[in-house]
């Protein structure tokens, strides 16, 4: 079976790497890639996703935070051929509904200034050969800020809830334990639009699917069987 895996807001496979490597073996992994430069609007990504899959007669599909909301959008262009999909740490709306206001704001020397700042804490934190602060400079080094400006100012002003409550395939919602950058609010709303979604809780903060790959590999394995 072909778990089609669509990245967070670096919108690169650096991140997926551990849990690519904990899927059982009859999980057949794609990463669908984002453009580094470019448009980067959730209708065009679409589009670049509808071209990565097209040979794929049936598929699974996993959008990470950034990327949810993209998942469900091709669960409605593709009903016969998108058999599950899952929602990891993600939303259908803005999870920070009170910045949404400024969001023309989000430029790409804001969004450098955002990640410097968040980058000091890891780097005194973390000793130089750790992983994680490895793959955040590879994705310092792959990804401008003017690109992520871009996808924030998108997940922003997003609304899937329309293809949320059009999602006839089966749906999971990843959850990480403590997740500081999606709230649980965000599962509580797709839970309440879609009771029947399945609800499942790994421990860990927003990179849960990196630091606990795992927990949250048994999780895909268990729902997509």
């Given at each position: 079976m072909v778990l089609v895996l669509l990245p967070g807001l670096d919108g690169t496979e650096i991140f997926l790497q551990p849990l690519l490597a904990a899927l059982p073996e009859k999980i057949r992994p794609l990463v669908v890639t984002y453009p580094e430069t470019g448009i980067q609007r959730y209708a065009h990504l679409l589009e670049v996703v509808r071209k990565a899959v097209a040979g794929i007669p049936a598929f699974h599909v996993l959008g990470w935070s950034f990327s949810g909301p993209l998942a469900l959008m091709l669960a409605a262009a593709e009903p016969q051929r998108v058999r599950s999909v899952?929602?990891?740490?993600?939303?259908?709306?803005?999870?920070?509904?009170?910045?949404?206001?400024?969001?023309?704001?989000?430029?790409?020397?804001?969004?450098?200034?955002?990640?410097?700042?968040?980058?000091?804490?890891?780097?005194?934190?973390?000793?130089?050969?750790?992983?994680?602060?490895?793959?955040?400079?590879?994705?310092?080094?792959?990804?401008?800020?003017?690109?992520?400006?871009?996808?924030?100012?998108?997940?922003?002003?997003?609304d899937a809830r329309a293809e949320l409550s059009a999602c006839r395939q089966p749906l999971l919602y990843l959850a990480a334990s403590r997740d500081g950058m999606v709230p649980r609010r965000c599962a509580e709303e797709i839970l309440r639009l879609r009771p029947a979604t399945r609800l499942a809780t790994i421990e860990g903060e927003h990179f849960a699917m990196y630091t606990n790959p795992r927990a949250a590999a048994r999780a895909i394995a268990e729902f997509i069987a």
């Amino acid at each position: 079976m072909v778990l089609v895996l669509l990245p967070g807001l670096d919108g690169t496979e650096i991140f997926l790497q551990p849990l690519l490597a904990a899927l059982p073996e009859k999980i057949r992994p794609l990463v669908v890639t984002y453009p580094e430069t470019g448009i980067q609007r959730y209708a065009h990504l679409l589009e670049v996703v509808r071209k990565a899959v097209a040979g794929i007669p049936a598929f699974h599909v996993l959008g990470w935070s950034f990327s949810g909301p993209l998942a469900l959008m091709l669960a409605a262009a593709e009903p016969q051929r998108v058999r599950s999909v899952i929602l990891s740490a993600s939303f259908v709306r803005p999870p920070r509904p009170e910045l949404s206001s400024i969001r023309f704001a989000v430029s790409g020397a804001s969004m450098w200034l955002w990640r410097a700042a968040r980058r000091l804490p890891l780097w005194l934190a973390r000793p130089r050969g750790d992983a994680f602060r490895l793959a955040k400079s590879q994705t310092w080094r792959r990804i401008p800020a003017r690109t992520l400006a871009v996808r924030m100012r998108e997940v922003m002003q997003v609304d899937a809830r329309a293809e949320l409550s059009a999602c006839r395939q089966p749906l999971l919602y990843l959850a990480a334990s403590r997740d500081g950058m999606v709230p649980r609010r965000c599962a509580e709303e797709i839970l309440r639009l879609r009771p029947a979604t399945r609800l499942a809780t790994i421990e860990g903060e927003h990179f849960a699917m990196y630091t606990n790959p795992r927990a949250a590999a048994r999780a895909i394995a268990e729902f997509i069987a």
